[in-house]
C-alpha cells in the first residue's frame, strides 16, 4: 500500500538566498522529499514541502541543527 503524500509548511529564519542552496543540500538527503520551495518574497520565508513518510519534528530538527530555524504552520 502506497504511503499518503502530504504537505509540510514551515516558516523559516532564512535571510539569504544562499540558505535556500543549503536547504535543498540537506533535503537532498532524504528520499521521502518529492518537492520543495522556498517563497522568498513572503516576510515568513515559506518552506513547503511535498512528502510521505517523514515528519515535520524530523524535518525542523535537522534544518535546526543546521542554523535553519523553521516553525510549522498548521
Known amino acids: ?3 499518503e ?3 509540510l509548511i514551515f ?3 532564512i ?3 544562499r540558505d535556500i542552496k543549503r536547504i535543498g543540500e540537506l ?3 532524504f528520499p521521502q522529499i518529492d518537492k520543495w520551495n522556498v517563497d522568498f518574497e513572503d ?3 515559506i ?3 511535498e512528502c510521505r513518510d517523514i515528519s515535520a519534528l524530523e524535518i525542523s530538527e535537522v534544518l ?3 542554523h535553519i530555524f523553521a516553525t510549522e504552520l498548521e
Open 1 to 3: 500500500m502506497k504511503k
Open 5 to 7: 503524500n502530504k504537505i
Open 11 to 13: 516558516r523559516t529564519s
Open 15 to 17: 535571510t539569504q538566498r
Open 27 to 29: 533535503l537532498a538527503e
Open 43 to 45: 516576510w515568513e520565508k
Open 47 to 49: 518552506l513547503r514541502i
Open 64 to 66: 535546526r541543527n543546521n
